[in-house]
């Protein structure tokens, strides 16, 4: 087996390599960071790109070929906001945002908030909804807040900090998207400059254990 197939067949396994959230309750699966390690050995010279689709628009990575690859965001018409990590034009994990709810996941095993209250409503997995009492659950919310310097959080919080899947809007007009543990960056993430640039990697509070810098081409 070469080295390209064994990259992919262990990214179109990612969701069976997967570990589960550390929190106690399991409301979906992030990638392991060996596994976050070998996207990004796979992706780290792809450029990124804007791919317009009439009123839809994607920026972030894609392949020699231009099919989406990689850390990205789409923009849709109706106001659906998805960042996250793509492979082939498909979404693998990330945050999927319509004007009511929240997805944070993939598409097998997410967990689905009400915006409007931020509650999580329920979990899907195994190919239905997994209902529950969700006042058992008031721990676990998915808020928008902001801060007196005006940069803006938009993610899942438990216990009142930053933790899960999240999308920190910066004042200055950048955008980080990635993996908080008690209110700090922890695990895979994207900056998305106001340049037409992004780093992609692992970080560890302020700091990146890894970094990728991709900017478009010239």
């Not at 570990?19 to 399991?26: I, L, M, S, W, Y």
């Not at 509650?119 to 195994?126: G, H, I, M, P």
């Amino acid at each position: 087996m070469t080295f390209r197939i064994l990259i992919l067949s262990l990214l179109c396994g990612l969701s069976v390599h997967m570990k589960a959230q550390k929190t106690p309750f399991q409301k979906y699966e992030i990638p392991m960071p060996a596994m976050v390690d070998i996207m990004l050995d796979y992706v780290e010279r792809y450029a990124c790109q804007r791919i317009s689709n009439g009123p839809d628009e994607f920026f972030g990575q894609t392949d020699p070929k231009g099919t989406i690859y990689g850390f990205g965001r789409f923009v849709r018409q109706d106001g659906t906001q998805i960042f996250g990590l793509f492979r082939n034009g498909q979404l693998v994990h990330g945050i999927t945002l319509t004007n009511r709810s929240a997805s944070v996941g993939n598409p097998q095993f997410y967990s689905s908030y009400n915006l409007g209250t931020g509650v999580l409503e329920y979990v899907f997995q195994s190919g239905q909804r997994q209902l529950f009492d969700t006042h058992m659950l008031p721990d676990y919310r998915f808020l928008t807040m902001s801060y007196s310097n005006g940069d803006q959080y938009v993610g899942e919080v438990y216990k009142g900090l930053r933790h899960g899947l999240g999308i920190y809007y910066y004042a200055n007009g950048s955008i980080w998207f990635g993996q908080y543990n008690n209110n700090v960056r922890s695990g895979f993430g994207c900056l998305f400059s106001t340049e037409d640039d992004m780093t992609i990697g692992l970080w560890e509070g302020d700091d990146q254990r890894r970094d990728i810098y991709v900017r478009m081409p010239n």
